[in-house]
């Protein structure tokens, strides 16, 4: 204890045990890169970065708010429900009044109102978030669907088709998203107190309440910023794929979560960053796209996505245990 | 020892009652890293007989009946059964000895019935493999609860009864798979008077059958209404093994506390007391307090007492803002303060959790994250977290209480107890509080640490801030505080304060007369 002072000078430059977190996520990611490259021709091509970018940006998107509700030590299981009315309500707005501008506010205030509906689920009703999402997403199918009765909304206006195919400066327009919402969302964790009270809730709810955070408040918030960029990804889709149906949004909320988990967010709250879901996400993404690439029939996808989550996940486990 | 007519040792003491006793310990010692929490211990227990064993918190009175009921492993000392030595390794051992202990917390299944608890893990097989022979499981349970003359149907599930007959059901659970030694663990805690009177007479009569009580207490009343003999632990030492008829209440505290009454002590001269920083005002609560008074001057510590349960965590929190109150109104600095813990510590409140680990710290976070985390609106007015000035004030504070850590960037699990502590606070004085409540704060900490967390005390109330302490040691408070609030089952009992500020009067008004 007594020769502190030495300890302090030389760990102030050790880097932190997230940092180091990111930099395996980035070596894994290269890795998997140099040998996709060699075992492919198309992996390496202009077209085939593009596309895997593209992909990436809507996994971030639906992922990066779910990184801080996980964070939270809570979750959202309703996103993909959340995506699918939106993008409904979204589509309905557009074709109603031709608007691209409403039909975003649409789907970005309809995500946004679903999360708070969330979030109040979770504190003021103090039902657990795993079960509260878990309902509304069931709620939300079913309005969904009768809300849609059937039947399938396509052809929007090209300005609008531009936010999911276009392009600026040969890169595609989703990319310029996610990055925008990466520095937002990194802005908002790292260096708002409100990101910094969200860890606190996260790493202990308890002790975050008895020092003055003003839990309830947060987690409302968290919610409906999930919600929020739920209703962002749901606009991406709709002017990617040009029509909306009832089930659009089935199958993405697993793969969000797959997102984060392999991003390095601890389910337990308290530790992971919306970065580390970037990385996540391009990793994932990568790896189906090599199966592709490669010619793996894709019933293999489902496994190969558990086996990299089970091992991203105790790789994590187990540096933490080291550290402490 | 104490004087008088005390009976000072056990030899005396088993002269007067004839025989082998049913199971004897003899020099049980056990060790918890840091404490020793049983040392040379030796309790006997005979037939038909209610033993009471007496002391104050952390005496030692929980070990030993963990002990002897196998949950803990003493480190030495040895067992006797009926005269023959025996082991008890684990709770299967003492079971077969008989011996049963009916914890303050139920082992009971809420949504099975009566008959079901009472036999569960035991069922009686039926007839068809798998299935249990629901008809003679309620017949046998019947049996063992007119046993102890409760009357009730076995078949009422058990989430409807009352704490009382949950513990009733608990003890016929115990004397199903007789048990000959009944240890009972302050069973009359959250009990009224009716319910006492029946436990009362059914101990009575469990006793004329042979069992064996041991009974846990820190009413005075019911030690002396109930009890064959009186053992007496302070320290995780046996003190005394007196008979009631010998001894009196009072000299009974006396034993308990140990210590010669009138302690005579030097601290830090205090400043003269300001303005009232705290005055609490007929509150009451649903958490078990009511009709509580109290006022906090700056520049004052005063403690606030009573045994383990009697309200003052309640209390603490609920100044706070952690927990609703019914009635009744707290002021700070004289304006009247809302319930919220957010709005307590914008207004200069602060509160150290009895439990640093899971009230007072997130652990995985590091020492800078947690020190600012009450400070972030003060530290950072705009909103905008800049890591350089986080990190700078998290120095300072850890410059200032001589925080042993190699870098504000570690991870506060890795701390030791005390430097835990000293983060809490730290947080606080990173907030800028002016009125502090600490619940237990040397709880789980060295001697050093302790000595620096008083100096610590010291020096905020000399800059003026207020101070309500929490500690269950008596000494701690005597030392410290200028004057202390006694509580009792949910009331304050009375008010210390200068020569009458003493470890005896502190155990005498917290406990049940």
């Known amino acids: 204890m007594s020769s502190t002072p030495n300890i302090a000078a030389r760990s102030r430059f050790a880097p932190s045990r997230d940092a180091m977190q990111a930099l395996y996520r980035l070596l894994a990611v290269a890795l998997l890169c140099i040998a996709l490259t060699a075992l492919s021709d198309v992996f390496f091509t202009t077209n085939n970065i593009l596309n895997v970018l593209r992909q990436t940006a809507l996994l971030f998107l639906m992922a ?72 509304m997403m069931w709620m939300l199918t079913g309005i969904t669907y009768y809300y849609m009765a059937g039947d399938t909304i396509h052809g929007f206006p090209p300005e609008f088709r531009q936010l999911g195919s276009g392009y600026l400066l040969g890169v595609p327009m989703p990319v310029y998203v996610m990055v925008l919402f990466l520095l937002i969302g990194w802005f908002f964790a790292q260096r708002t107190i409100w990101g910094q009270q969200i860890y606190a809730i996260g790493a202990n709810p308890v002790a975050a309440r008895l020092s003055g955070v003003p839990v309830e408040r947060r987690l409302v918030l968290v919610y409906a910023v999930s919600g929020a960029m739920a209703g962002l990804a749901s606009l991406i889709i709709l002017a990617r794929i040009n029509s909306a149906q009832g089930d659009i949004g089935e199958e993405l909320t697993l793969p969000a979560i797959a997102a984060v988990l392999v991003g390095g ?35 293999w996808q489902p496994l190969v996505t558990g086996v990299i989550i089970l091992l991203a996940v105790w790789i994590d486990n187990r540096t933490r245990r080291s550290d402490a | 020892m104490a004087s008088g007519s005390v009976v000072s040792e056990a030899p005396n003491g088993a002269a007067r009652i004839a025989g082998v006793p049913l199971f004897e310990l003899r020099g049980i010692s056990k060790a918890f890293p840091g404490v020793k929490a049983l040392d040379d211990v030796s309790f006997d227990i005979r037939s038909g007989e209610v033993h009471m064993l007496v002391g104050e918190n952390g005496a030692g009175k929980s070990t030993l009946m963990k002990v002897l009921c196998g949950a ?68 046998e349970a019947k049996r063992v609860l007119d046993l102890i003359g409760f009357d009730i149907d076995p078949h009422l599930p058990l989430h409807r009864l009352g704490v009382a007959q949950q513990q009733m059901v608990e003890i016929a659970k115990a004397l199903s798979q007789d048990a000959r030694i009944l240890v009972m663990d302050e069973p009359t805690a959250a009990l009224s008077d009716r319910e006492t009177e029946r436990l009362f007479a059914m101990i009575k009569r469990l006793k004329d059958s042979g069992v064996a009580i041991v009974y846990i207490s820190h009413r005075l009343g019911e030690v002396f209404a109930l009890g064959d003999r009186i053992t007496v ?76 349960g009697s309200g003052r965590s ?78 700078k004030a998290a120095r300072a504070i850890i410059d200032k209480l001589r925080i042993a850590t190699p870098t504000p960037r570690r991870a506060v699990a890795t701390l030791s107890g005390g430097n835990q502590q000293k983060v809490v606070i730290g947080k606080w004085l990173n907030a800028d509080a002016r009125f502090f409540i600490f619940d237990e704060p040397t709880r789980g900490i060295d ?15 000399h800059d003026g801030a207020a101070v309500l302490m929490i500690s269950s040691e008596q000494i701690e408070i005597v030392h410290i ?33």
């Open chain 1, 64 to 135: 990066s708010g779910l990184t801080l509700v996980i964070l939270t030590a809570g979750l959202d299981l309703s996103v993909g429900a959340n995506i699918a009315l939106s993008a409904c309500l979204a589509a309905s707005v557009i074709k109603a009044t031709g608007s691209p501008l409403l039909g975003i506010a649409t789907g970005i205030g309809c995500g946004a109102a679903i999360g708070f509906a969330n979030g109040i689920l979770v504190t003021a009703l103090r039902i657990p978030s795993f079960i509260a999402t878990y309902g």
């Open chain 1, 265 to 299: 967010t601890s389910l337990f709250g308290g530790s992971g960053s919306v970065a580390g879901t970037l990385i996540g996400a391009l990793f994932l993404t990568l790896v189906l796209n090599g199966m592709n690439l490669l010619q793996i029939h894709s019933s």
């Open chain 2, 72 to 139: 803990y492993r003493a480190d030495s000392g040895s067992f006797f059964y009926n005269g023959e030595p025996v082991t008890i390794d684990d709770p299967a051992a003492a079971r077969q000895f008989g011996i049963a202990v009916i914890f303050q917390e139920f082992t009971l299944v809420p949504y099975l019935d009566i008959a079901q608890n009472i036999f569960l893990g035991r069922e009686i097989p039926g007839r068809l493999p798998g299935f249990i022979d629901q008809r003679r499981i309620h017949s």
């Open chain 2, 233 to 308: 632990l302070r320290d995780g030492r046996k003190i005394a093994s007196v008979l009631p008829a010998e001894t009196t209440p009072d000299q009974l505290v006396t034993l308990m506390v140990g210590r010669p009454v009138d302690t005579t002590y030097t601290r830090a001269s205090r400043p003269v007391p300001g303005k009232v920083a705290l005055e609490v005002t007929n509150l009451s609560g649903p958490s078990g307090f009511s009709d509580i008074n109290l006022t906090v001057r700056a520049g004052e510590i005063v403690g606030l007492c009573g045994l383990v």
């Open chain 2, 314 to 391: 309640e209390v603490a929190r609920a100044i706070f803002g952690a927990d609703r109150i019914t009635a009744g109104e707290i002021r700070l600095f004289g304006e009247p303060i809302g319930a919220s813990p957010e709005e307590s510590v914008r207004r200069g409140m602060a509160l150290i959790p009895e439990n640093r680990k899971t009230q007072g710290l997130a652990l995985n976070r590091s020492v800078s994250d947690n020190i600012i985390l009450a400070g972030l609106r003060k530290l950072f007015p705009s909103g905008l977290y800049v890591p350089r000035r986080a990190i």
């Open chain 2, 447 to 461: 001697v050093g640490a302790k000595a620096e967390i008083f100096r610590l005390l010291d020096h905020l109330v």
């Open chain 2, 481 to 513: 505080c200028d004057r202390a609030y006694v509580m009792r089952g949910g009331h304050i009992a009375g008010e210390l304060a200068h020569h009458e500020l003493t470890e005896a009067n502190i155990v005498r008004l917290g406990i049940h007369q």
